[in-house]
Structure formats: structure tokens, C-alpha cells
């Protein structure tokens, strides 16, 4: 198995979890592997702490590493969240503590989601399920 993350104490964790190749690796600016080398790839509350801006080149290159015929599994979390109306002075200010505290600077609707995910992929199935305080996580 391989991880990547731009955190190297989420790589300790992996490496102690049984991952044979797991690097910290500043994954908005791509990923180290070769065209068509993984048959799944697999993402985890990752998409939601990822800057809109970054998203699609993400996706691009997940499906660039992903086999013709490959699968993959995501977890994202989904909704809508009123960045605009958040009080980063207000420590009791909800958004505040969703964004600022747990780094979550991209959530998006499901609908958004499957727009940019069906630009590189076939989504096979999708559903969401209740997850933190603005939102619900999609799954496909």
C-alpha cells in the first residue's frame, strides 16, 4: 500500500498502520507517481480541507495515476457552508471553529462534487452520510 499526505505525523500513522510507501508529500502541486500506476485509489476526509482553487487539478491527478478500468473510494465531506458570513474574530462563531480549528476551507454541495468528479471519472454510485456539525460526507 502507498499514502501520501502533506502531514508527516498522518505518515507515522500509516507507517504504523501497514503501509509499505507512505511519504509526506505537498500533494496540491501533484503526485509522485506515474501515469495509470495505481488499479484503486482510496480518499478519506481529505477533499473538504482542500482549497476550491486546488480541487480539479486534484481530481486530474488522481485520475492521471489511476489505471484505465481502475476504481476508487471517497469520502469527502459535503454541504454548504457560509464562508463569506464567518467572524474569524469571534471565537464562538461556529464557521470559525469548523473552518479555522479543523481546516476545512473546501466543503461543497454533493451536486458540486459529482460535477468535478464525473469530469475525470464514472461515478458508480453516491450517497451521503451525517457527519460533522455543517455537514454530511459524500461517498463514491
Do not use: W
Request: aromatic fraction near 16%.
Amino acid at each position: 500500500m502507498y499514502g501520501v499526505d502533506m502531514s508527516s505525523s498522518c505518515i507515522e500513522i500509516a507507517k504504523q498502520n501497514g503501509f509499505d510507501h507512505a511519504l509526506t508529500y505537498d500533494v496540491v502541486q501533484g503526485l509522485p507517481y506515474a501515469d495509470n500506476e495505481f488499479d484503486f485509489i482510496y480518499t478519506m476526509d481529505f477533499f473538504g480541507h482542500v482549497e476550491f482553487r486546488s480541487k480539479d487539478p486534484m481530481i486530474a491527478e488522481i485520475s492521471r495515476i489511476t489505471k484505465p478500468g481502475g476504481y476508487g473510494f471517497h469520502g469527502i465531506e459535503s454541504g454548504f457552508i457560509d464562508y463569506l458570513n464567518c467572524n474569524p474574530k469571534n471565537p464562538d462563531d461556529t464557521v470559525r471553529k469548523y473552518v479555522y480549528m479543523e481546516g476545512h476551507v473546501g466543503v461543497e454541495t454533493l451536486e458540486d462534487i459529482l460535477d468535478r468528479f464525473s469530469k475525470h471519472f464514472e461515478i458508480v454510485q453516491a450517497s451521503l452520510f451525517r457527519s460533522v456539525p455543517f455537514s454530511t460526507s459524500a461517498t463514491f
